[in-house]
């Protein structure tokens, strides 16, 4: 069964350094999120990004983050000068489209993030 | 702006016996509802959804959950608890019109005793 794929399971950087989050959807799929939980608190949406292009973002996603797709399999999220309130469990999600009837999005396993 | 509320952070049941994890949602439009469970160290995966079809939703592995309008709950239920089932599962709200953020309830902890 297709799944979506993250690198690495694990990352710890030091404060003010850049990560780079790595992301493989299930391939044909067209809309791509990133969500982040921080531990003991909510899963929060960051981020959607379809046709090139970031379609939606919270109030989260500030300056520091971006979202590229570089090739036609990755989705990555960049965090420009990590905080260390940015340690969080970061997921990512694709769905196929956007109609209702055949909304689901699939996580990937995510990505723990720590900032020390 | 939609919400959700799961009314207990944890939950125990021995194996057998029923499960009920509680829900209730606020949302502005015809909502979606899904719940999602999350085994330790794996994603999230989705268990059921409800898109203004049948008020009764059956998921995987047992799972159910009726979408009661009238009381904005979608409270998920198994009739017999397996040790399998011991993780971590959201209740979740989207604008019915698809593609839009998922909003996630806390979670509740499903504890299974032997």
């Known amino acids: 069964e297709p799944e979506v794929t993250q690198t690495p399971s694990h990352q710890v950087t030091q404060m003010g350094q850049e990560v780079i989050l790595r992301c493989v959807p299930i391939?044909?799929?067209?809309?791509f999120y990133w969500y982040r939980q921080i531990l003991g608190q909510k899963v929060e949406f960051l981020v959607s990004f379809y046709n090139n292009e970031i379609s939606e973002k919270s109030e989260i996603f500030d300056d520091q983050f971006s979202v590229e797709r570089p090739d036609g399999s990755n989705f990555t999220l960049k965090i420009r000068s990590t905080k260390l309130e940015d340690s969080a469990m970061y997921f990512c999600?694709?769905?196929?489209?956007?109609?209702?009837?055949?909304?689901?999005?699939?996580f990937g396993p995510g990505t723990r993030l720590t900032v020390t | 702006a939609q919400s959700v509320t799961q009314l207990d952070s944890h939950v125990s049941v021995s194996e057998g016996t029923p499960v009920l994890l509680r829900c209730n949602y606020s949302?502005?439009?015809?909502?979606?509802l899904f719940w999602y469970v999350q085994h330790p160290n794996k994603g999230l995966q989705l268990l059921l959804k409800y898109t203004s079809a049948a008020t009764l939703v059956k998921g995987i592995n047992g799972f159910e959950a009726e979408f009661k309008k009238s009381e904005t709950s979608f409270h998920l239920t198994k009739p017999s608890a397996h040790m399998s089932d011991a993780a971590e599962y959201f209740c979740v709200v989207s604008d019915l019109l698809g593609n839009t953020p998922l909003v996630f309830g806390k979670g509740t902890r499903l504890s299974v005793i032997a």
């Open positions: 999600a694709s769905t196929r489209d956007g109609t209702a009837f055949s909304y689901e999005q699939y």
């Open positions: 391939s044909n799929h067209l809309y």
């Open positions: 949302s502005s439009y015809s909502p979606s």
